[in-house]
Every structure is written in C-alpha cells, then in structure tokens.
C-alpha cells in the first residue's frame, strides 16, 4: 500500500504514524461503490442455500382461508399449502436484509372466532436450481414465526419439491425481482 501511495508512513522512536493519502482514500471510496453494488443492489439481488425440512406448520398456516383469499387476490394464484424451507448460506443471510428495505406484497393480520392471525409480506421471486428456474414464487415473510434469520419460506402454486426434484440439503438459489 505504501508504494502504491495508498499510505504514508511516518517512523517515531516509540512507534509509527500511518495516514490515509488522498489516493487510497479513492481507491477504498471504489472499493465501497463494489460492494454497495453488490449487497445493496436490488437487481442483484439473489440468496443462495438448501433445502431444508421445517415442523410441517406451514401447510397449516398457507391453507387457511383469512390468508388464501388474499394470496389468490393479491399474487394472483392459490398457492401449494406449505413453504419451501431454505436454509441460506452466510453471505446470503446479510444479504437477507437488503430484500427487506424492498417493496413487497402486504398480506393482512385477520381473525377468526378463536384467534388472531399475524400479516406477513411477500417477495416476488424466482427459483433457480442447476438446471431449472421455477417462477414465480414467493418469499413469505411472516410476522411472527419460529423461524430466524437463517432461513427463508417460499410459496408457489405449485409442490416445488416435484416441480423441480428438491430434496433436502440440495442447493438453490432464490432470485428476488427488483
Ligand atoms: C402466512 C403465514 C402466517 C403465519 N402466522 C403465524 C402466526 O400467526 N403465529 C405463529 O406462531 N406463526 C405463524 N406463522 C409461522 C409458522 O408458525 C412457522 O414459523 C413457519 O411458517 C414455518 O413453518 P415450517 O418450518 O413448518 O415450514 C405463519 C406462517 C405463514 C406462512
Ligand atoms: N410450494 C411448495 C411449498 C411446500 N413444499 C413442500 O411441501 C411440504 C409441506 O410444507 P410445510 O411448510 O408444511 O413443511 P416444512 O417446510 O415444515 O417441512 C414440505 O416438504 C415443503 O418443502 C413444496 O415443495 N413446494
Ligand atoms: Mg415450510
């Protein structure tokens, strides 16, 4: 970096001082444009991970009808009753964030006689796989759930797993659309 004149060092007796010359300060401002680029630009927006098995609540949650009216109105299909469970590899899960500040689908908190139902929002997306995309699919990003950061639930019309042939611990990656 010095003879690059990235820093300029300056030897005491009891140690060294190193400030940043105005050259380096450019070349780490580039640095941070790359990877605002990268982590913060929605168009590239894409989460990679695997398949996982979840508690099965999912295909509960999904068929019931204060939510499927909704989905059917607002995403335009019935969707499958369950989530795809993706369990997302590091850099994904703080990239996760980025997908958040985005504008998604709201789905309504509801109640029946006995309880009350969270909102959730969705993402609309598409699935990738080796060799096959599925889309479009959704991320749902319920209120409350037992899940955290690490994963993400996917809805679709369609069983996924047959769609595409997933099994557990196979590798995806989930496009989200800008
Ligand atoms: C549309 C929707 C609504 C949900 N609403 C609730 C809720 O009101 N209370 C709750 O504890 N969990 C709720 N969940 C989350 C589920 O309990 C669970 O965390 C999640 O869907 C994962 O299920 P799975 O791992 O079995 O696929 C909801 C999930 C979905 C998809
Ligand atoms: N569109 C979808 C939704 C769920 N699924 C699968 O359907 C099953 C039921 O979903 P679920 O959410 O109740 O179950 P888990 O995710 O808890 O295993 C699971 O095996 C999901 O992976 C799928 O293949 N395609
Ligand atoms: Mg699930």
Redesign the pocket.
């Known amino acids: 970096m010095e003879e690059a004149d990235y820093i300029d060092r300056d030897v005491v007796s009891d140690g060294q001082w190193v400030v940043i010359t105005d050259d380096g300060e450019r070349v780490l401002q580039r640095e941070y444009e790359d990877y605002r680029r990268i982590f913060e630009d929605p168009a590239a927006l894409a989460l990679s991970g695997h398949i ?11 068929s ?1 009808p204060g ?1 499927n009216r909704q989905f059917a109105e607002r995403l335009g299909y019935e969707p499958f009753p ?4 993706v369990e997302l590899d590091e850099p994904s899960r703080r990239a996760r964030s980025a997908m958040e500040s985005l504008d998604g689908v709201d ?1 309504d ?1 509801w109640e029946d006689d006995d ?6 929002t969705c993402y609309p997306a598409a699935l990738e796989t080796g060799d096959d995309t599925y889309e479009p699919v959704h991320i ?1 990003v ?6 955290d950061e690490t ?1 993400v ?1 996917l ?1 679709a019309a369609d069983r996924l797993r047959d769609e595409l042939g997933l099994s557990d611990g196979d590798e995806v990656t989930v496009r989200v659309a800008q």
């Open positions: 996982t098995s979840g508690m099965g609540e999912g295909r509960h949650y999904i019931l939510y369950g989530t795809l469970n789905i908190a309880r009350t139902y969270g909102s959730a749902i319920p209120d409350r759930t037992h899940h994963k639930e809805i």
